[in-house]
């Protein structure tokens, strides 16, 4: 089975703090997202990767960074954390083929206070 | 603007009826896909079924099927005998194509379901 791992489930951050949410995938998927979570607005797309140090904005990119250095981790970084990146924060992979579905990790819950 | 709509927040339906959850989406491009996921209050995300837009035949996945029109640009989920268990939040997604390469998959906003005896 495809395992998506993200590092943490729980965390907690100050405002101004920079942070690291790593999601680590086990079975060479060229593509790789991160969502965040928000109740009544769904999953929205912060970035993606389709290939190893290439990177796309999503929809809603403001505030974040990634990095993908390695095909299996996708990083995403919140430069300066503001209250408002409080979320459920999902980072999902797949392979690059049409039909191919997306593998979540179980996703980390991010406080910043 | 708004890629993928769907417009109920939430539903009800009774066990061992027959429920849709609408999708609809907003595209130009002819090659794309759609998909349904569940996530249950366990917060994993299940996929449940996928329609590519050149598939000729609706995509059915056991009591999962999708009512695709094209030309409308719906994609409803239709649960055929409801469970208990099918109780979880329903998001519709959308597979885009990048020209560059790659593929940019957008959700929509959900319908929470829940199933009464």
């Known amino acids: 089975d495809v395992k998506v791992t993200q590092s943490s489930r729980y965390l907690v951050k100050r405002t101004g703090e920079k942070v690291f949410l790593e999601c680590v995938q086990d079975?060479?998927?060229?593509?790789m997202f991160w969502y965040r979570q928000d109740p009544g607005l769904g999953l929205r797309l912060i970035y993606f990767?389709?290939?190893?140090?290439?990177?796309e904005k999503g929809d809603i990119p403001e505030g974040y960074s990634v990095s993908r250095e390695k095909k299996e981790r996708f990083s995403l970084i919140l430069e300066s954390a503001s209250t408002n990146q409080t979320s459920m924060y999902l980072c999902?992979?797949?392979?690059?083929?049409?039909?191919?579905?997306?593998?979540f990790g179980s996703g980390t819950q991010l406080s910043v206070l | 603007a708004q890629k993928i709509t769907q417009t109920q927040p939430g539903m009800f339906v009774q066990e061992k009826e027959a429920v849709t959850l609408d999708c609809t989406y907003d595209t130009s491009d002819p090659s794309y896909g759609l998909f349904w996921y569940k996530q249950p209050s366990s917060g994993e995300m299940i996929f449940l079924i996928y329609?590519?837009?050149?598939?000729?035949q609706n995509a059915t996945e056991g009591r999962y099927s999708l009512n695709f029109q094209k030309a409308r640009k719906s994609a409803n989920l239709v649960i055929s005998a409801s469970q208990l268990g099918d109780s979880a939040m329903y998001f519709c997604a959308m597979r885009e194509d990048l020209t560059g390469g790659g593929n940019k998959l957008t959700f929509g906003t959900g319908t929470q379901l829940k199933v009464e005896l």
């Open positions: 079975m060479d998927h060229e593509n």
């Open positions: 329609q590519g837009s050149y598939d000729q």
């Open positions: 990767s389709y290939d190893v140090k290439m990177k």
């Open positions: 999902a992979s797949r392979l690059g083929l049409s039909r191919a579905k997306l593998f």
